[in-house]
């Protein structure tokens, strides 16, 4: 049931566990090197994420993407 919902959700245009770290870290502020040594991640991993999240979520800009993570707590 919960493995369901994971993919619905995913499905539905949320952002995958990995994305949504690299996300939140964002929204602290952290610039790609940083996240990347926080989550021991290479930084061409993160700009990926960086992408891939803006995309999914249809997000212009990083800005755009750390305040669409911070409004969502």
Same mark, same amino acid.
């Given at each position: 049931?919960?493995? #369901?919902?994971?993919?619905?959700?995913?499905? %539905?245009?949320? !952002?995958?566990?990995?994305? *949504?770290? $690299?996300?939140?870290? =964002? /929204? #602290?502020?952290?610039?790609?090197?940083?996240? %990347?040594?926080? !989550?021991?991640?290479?930084? *061409?991993? $993160?700009?990926?994420? =960086? /992408?891939?999240?803006?995309?999914?979520?249809?997000?212009?800009?990083?800005?755009?993407?750390?305040?669409?993570?911070?409004?969502?707590?």
């Amino acid at each position: 049931m919960l493995v #369901e919902m994971s993919l619905r959700e995913h499905a %539905a245009g949320d !952002l995958s566990i990995a994305e *949504r770290r $690299v996300a939140n870290c =964002v /929204a #602290e502020g952290l610039a790609d090197h940083q996240v %990347a040594e926080r !989550l021991m991640l290479s930084p *061409r991993t $993160v700009e990926s994420h =960086v /992408a891939s999240s803006r995309r999914r979520l249809g997000l212009r800009s990083r800005a755009h993407l750390a305040a669409h993570i911070a409004a969502d707590f």
